[in-house]
């Protein structure tokens, strides 16, 4: 039975560590152990060193189920400090910020106790072995099949819980606007002999706008009302007024 | 009984098959085929002698214990040799997705699910708690399946309606599908959330 | 053997899973109850006078025959049986919880632990050791866990009131919650183990 025996390997001995982190069943359990090597008497918990150890042995012991690890010593940190604050010795109030850990740790000690109880009884029972070879039974009407509400519940939950976080995508129609990007360009023209395809664009361009803008640009040039021109390879396209014809 | 009759007892009984003389003496180093024959003979005695409610059979070669046949009728009217069957938790969670989603078409169920249902519908349908119920207009005219009588009987329902919290659940269940609008312009493009 | 008794044992052979004395008075429409306790006492006392290899275990609420623990190790040699899986500790630990605070939710389990339980509750639900029993009305209504049949048996106890008391703990259990002064009176329960 692998029960949650005390690893025998020194921890907070200094580097060397030999344990896995498999060998604790979770924080408390490291916590536990580190009383017991100090043979310190959990009420009697001291803080900083504790915390000290525990940090130096997740640290050692790898990153197996850290979660749970790091927030137990970020508890402990905590703790740490609320120890550190000043009091007064007459002050009958105070309230010693380590009840809660303590708490827990006896709490769990006990469960630990009744879990070696149970692994023990087990392995008792698992040396008596029940029938094993039974023949095919006779052909028999099926019994009655049993279903619960919360069975089909539970499988919901689990089947919730197993779809992957989404990555929602939204699909937008953005049609393209040439008759916008015509406007714009006539504009220019209006203003100006020549000029620069980006200019064409307008300000922050999208997508769309690049496509709606080219197909304008075609659309124009058919028409006859300017000419494209691009005055060396990769070079941005010029677009001017067509003098031969008026703009339509 | 005698130690070795009573180890060779113990085996028989817990193995998962029909054991040989040879594979029983494998269980005491100590004991010979013959020994072993001699002890088989007793335990067959004793359950004879002693009218146990179960024999010793030779069979295909090797021993068995089996209980004695006058018993089979009064055993199987009562029916405890089997426990009563529960669903897997695949067939559950299946029959959560078709309760929830209904009618709902095999692809779905695997894109909620993440594996394959061929297997799964088929006994769901066997079992008489789902029933095609239809085709989807969708490529392939896939089959639609729903709950079946039977469902609502097993869990004591009225209607579907009656299903723990429904509305939240088939809101739950939806699969996470791109939500499209307006897919067929050539300028539509995907924006991706988060 | 008197014939109630050996179609009892006849049945409890076949079952190969603990029956109520309530099953098996199902058997025979004349037996009574109080007949067949005394059938099951006649087969116990039956295989404990001639020494067989097997013995009659009241478990989980009910009755079975199961091998004498003497025998486990040549069997087990041999491979013609094998034992059940160990739990692992966090198995063990969890289970422990559920036993003692049932009926308990997910989250409860985690703080006594200190690690989150999952994965282990899942296999324990998949192990037919644990189920659950109910909704909390707390927030979300989580679900909560009780021990199932199957746990009994795991440990052959006869039922919950096997499991130890307090009392026979080294360490007293407290009831829930309810250290939150006097932390010296309760470390002096704590012995060091080991």
Do not use: C
Request: aromatic share 4%.
């Amino acid at each position: 039975m692998t029960l949650p025996e005390a690893p025998t390997t020194a921890l907070g001995a200094g580097p060397g560590f030999v344990v896995h982190l498999d060998a604790y069943s979770g924080p408390l359990d490291l916590l536990l152990h580190l009383l017991r090597e100090e043979r310190i008497e959990i009420a009697e918990i001291p803080i900083a060193r504790i915390a000290h150890q525990f940090l130096q042995a997740i640290h050692e012991l790898g990153l197996n189920q850290a979660a749970d690890y790091l927030d137990m010593a970020s508890r402990l940190v905590r703790l740490k400090v609320q120890m550190l604050l000043p009091r007064r010795s007459e002050d009958d109030g105070w309230e010693d910020p380590r009840a809660e850990l303590v708490r827990r740790l006896l709490e769990y000690q006990q469960i630990r106790e009744i879990a070696v109880w149970m692994g023990r009884t087990a392995e008792r029972r698992a040396e008596q072995h029940a029938r094993g070879y039974l023949p095919a039974p006779p052909e028999l009407p099926p019994p009655p099949l049993t279903l619960e509400a919360l069975d089909l519940l539970q499988a919901v939950d689990r089947v919730v819980a197993g779809i992957p976080t989404p990555v929602l995508h939204r699909v937008v129609a953005r049609p393209l606007d040439v008759e916008g990007a015509t406007r714009r360009i006539e504009e220019l023209l209006g203003q100006r002999e020549q000029f620069g395809w980006l200019e064409a664009l307008g300000p922050r361009p999208t997508i769309v706008d690049v496509l709606s803008t080219l197909l304008a640009l075609l659309e124009l040039a058919k028409r006859g009302a300017i000419r494209l021109a691009q005055p060396s390879p990769f070079s941005p396209m010029v677009i001017a007024r067509d003098t031969a014809r008026p703009a339509a | 009984m005698t130690p070795l009759a009573q180890l060779l007892e113990a085996a028989l009984f817990s193995a998962a098959r029909p054991l040989t003389a040879e594979e029983l003496a494998t269980l005491d180093q100590d004991a010979a085929l013959a020994d072993v024959r001699v002890a088989l003979d007793q335990i067959r005695e004793h359950y004879d002698f002693e009218q146990h409610g179960v024999e010793l059979v030779e069979m295909a070669g090797g021993y068995q214990i089996l209980t004695r046949a006058v018993h089979a009728a009064a055993i199987e009217r009562a029916q405890f040799s089997v426990r009563t069957p529960k669903l897997t938790a695949a067939a559950l969670e299946t029959l959560a997705v078709i309760a929830y989603r209904q009618p709902v078409g095999r692809a779905e169920i695997e894109e909620i699910r993440g594996v394959s249902a061929g297997g799964v519908l088929r006994s769901l349908q066997e079992r008489g708690l789902i029933e095609v119920v239809g085709r989807s207009e969708a490529l392939g005219r896939p089959l639609l399946y729903g709950t079946a009588a039977m469902f609502l009987e097993l869990l004591g329902l009225r209607d579907l309606a009656d299903l723990p919290r429904a509305e939240e659940l088939t809101i739950a269940l939806q699969p996470h599908r791109a939500v499209t609008e307006g897919e067929d312009d050539a300028a539509a493009y995907v924006e991706a959330e988060s």
